[in-house]
């Protein structure tokens, strides 16, 4: 079900998706879309790609500056107040669950992006591209799912964008995809 070169390029994409957007964003994520394109062996990584295809066009179709008010508004720390999503993965699922992922991925010789917390789910994606990239993320989608699905479905209703939204189905739909991956 997995092929690890294409779900090293598809986690990236996510993780890029979930950057604050910057100018350069839209080729950054349509040159992993052709890495997706290349590596795709399956139906299954036909379709997830063309999730993100979804996702690269409503990307570039909207203003950067709609984007960038879009990620503050979700996203920013208001004085005194919590932020209307939480973009740290440890917020999500069970915390002592999300706690032992922190820790996995200080173990690893991933590195650790600061520019946001170091719990932050683009760290989480990075990671789960990581494990892809050493064949061992077959024994971690459980862990994504109980991750991403909250946060997935939060994240749906939290965004007035377009772009943000088809983030969070194709989020959505990988966690969907994994968890039935275990249940058969």
Do not use: W
Not at 88 to 113: P, W
Not at 165 to 172: D, F, I, M, P
Request: glycine share 2%.
């Amino acid at each position: 079900m997995i092929d690890s070169t294409f779900f090293i390029h598809l986690f990236r994409f996510y993780s890029k998706c979930m950057a604050a957007p910057y100018n350069e964003l839209a080729f950054e994520l349509q040159h992993i879309f052709r890495q997706m394109e290349v590596s795709s062996q399956n139906e299954l990584d036909e379709q997830l790609a063309a999730h993100c295809l979804e996702v690269l066009n409503y990307f570039q179709g909207e203003e950067m500056s709609s984007l960038q008010a879009e990620y503050s508004r979700m996203f920013s720390h208001p004085e005194d107040k919590e932020p209307l999503i939480s973009i740290c993965f440890t917020d999500y699922g069970n915390r002592e669950e999300a706690q032992k992922i922190m820790d996995d991925i200080y173990d690893t010789m991933l590195e650790v992006s600061y520019d946001e917390s170091p719990d932050s789910l683009i760290n989480f994606l990075d990671y789960f591209s990581y494990l892809s990239e050493t064949g061992e993320v077959v024994d971690a989608l459980g862990k994504f799912v109980m991750i991403m699905l909250p946060f997935s479905q939060q994240f749906y209703k939290a965004s007035n964008i377009n772009f943000y939204k088809e983030v969070a189905r194709g989020l959505n739909e990988l966690s969907v995809i994994f968890n039935d991956y275990f249940e058969n």
